[in-house]
């Protein structure tokens, strides 16, 4: 990963749903503006995603408001739709705010991107947790494996901060 803390967040459209299903943009920069956020969680209903990582941050979520985390982002390499589907199937309510990177604009900005075509996927994202304060990376974790939720889960990461 090119992004290291210390960094500015780079600019970048994402996607999301709306209440009333509109497809929206949004730029990264705009949902970090003047706030205090959690980002990461990249592949929707995979294993290590859907088992561990996403409901880690759920479960957790009253602790990242006590340390001082306004907002929770998950980004994946999915389509708005199906984000707002896995975060429904995960019961994600108001805690975690569901964005797509489909074209992986965000994903290789930051230098994420991993090739799991041999397994069918094509390039996704590398697993990672990062903290942002008003668009400047605090703090970056970053798996060695996609199928590894360590370093970057919730339980761990906000242990850590």
Known sequence: M???AGNKLPSSELFYLDQNNDVKKIDIIDLCKNKTII????????KTCSALH???YIKNYELAL???????????VNDPNVM???GEKQNIGSKI????????????AIGAEVDKSEKGLGIR????TMLVENGDVKKIEEEKETAT?????AESFLNAI
Do not use: Q
């Open 2 to 4: 090119r992004l290291k």
């Open 39 to 46: 980002l990461g969680m990249p592949g929707a209903f995979t």
């Open 54 to 56: 996403l409901p880690g």
């Open 66 to 76: 006590k340390k001082g985390i306004s907002k929770i982002i998950c980004i994946a």
């Open 84 to 86: 707002k589907a896995w």
């Open 97 to 108: 705010f569901m964005v797509g990177d489909p074209f992986l604009n965000f994903t290789r």
């Open 125 to 128: 994202s590398n697993r990672y």
């Open 149 to 153: 939720c360590e370093l970057s889960s």
